[in-house]
Nanobody
């Protein structure tokens, strides 16, 4: 059973930083591409960052240069280090992966950036 559990969200002032974590279980983690999405009310779910099984990283233009995705294949975790946060980054952040043709999502962790 695939399970993804995000943590690390919270309230932060603009310009601040947060580290999000996603713990994965039920998969051979090192073989899977992992992704961070975010969603805020009234907006579509947005792909923020991805890291391939081989460690290749990609970012949306909106976060490039401010966010860093990384993974730990020993602890089966993917991280999102967020810096220079802006109020527009306020959203629920979710990690996801695809396993046997199905997309699996965590429950999300809420990030609120105050002006």
């Amino acid at each position: 059973q695939v399970r993804l559990v995000e943590s690390g969200g919270g309230l932060v002032q603009a310009g601040g930083s947060l580290r999000l974590s996603c713990a994965a279980s039920g998969i051979n983690f090192r073989l899977y591409d992992m992704h961070w999405f975010r969603q805020s009310p009234g907006n579509e779910r947005e792909l923020v960052a991805s890291i391939s099984s081989g460690g290749t990283k990609t970012y949306s233009d909106s976060v490039k240069g401010r966010f860093t995705i990384s993974r730990d294949n020993v602890w089966n975790r993917v991280y999102l280090d967020m810096g220079s946060l802006e109020p527009e980054d306020t959203a629920t952040y979710l990690c996801t992966t695809r396993h046997r043709g199905n997309n699996y999502w965590g429950q999300g962790t809420r990030v609120t950036v105050s002006a």
